[in-house]
């Protein structure tokens, strides 16, 4: 907390709870329970394997995109198995209904 003197005590309110956290080939994952059953689920990984493979004859391509949206809206499109064939008709990925 920025604004608290040095040595002060942090304010009960202001406290979060901590999470279960894990990195895995560049995602961080976190688990939204306690560190008991944290224990007994593993973390996502690849058939690559991208922190472990001794050969590194692979890229990895990041961007950002900005959209002229909020990112619920965006999720809402993911997540509608119709949205693809519907909207994107005629587009790679769409059913080309023409």
Do not use: M
């Not at 920025?2 to 942090?10: D, R």
């Not at 996502?44 to 001794?54: A, F, H, K, Q, R």
């Not at 995109?65 to 619920?72: I, Q």
């Amino acid at each position: 907390i920025p604004q608290l003197a040095k040595g002060g005590a942090i304010p009960k309110a202001s406290c979060v709870k901590e999470y279960p956290v894990a990195e895995r080939e560049g995602i961080v994952y976190v688990f939204p329970g306690g560190p008991e059953e944290s224990a007994k689920v593993p973390v996502p990984v690849s058939p690559d394997d991208l922190d472990t493979t001794e050969e590194k004859d692979w890229s990895v391509y990041d961007f950002v995109c900005d959209l002229p949206y909020d990112a619920g809206y965006l999720a809402e499109n993911l997540l509608d198995p119709a949205h693809i064939p519907i909207s994107h008709d005629a587009t790679p990925g769409g059913e080309k209904k023409e």
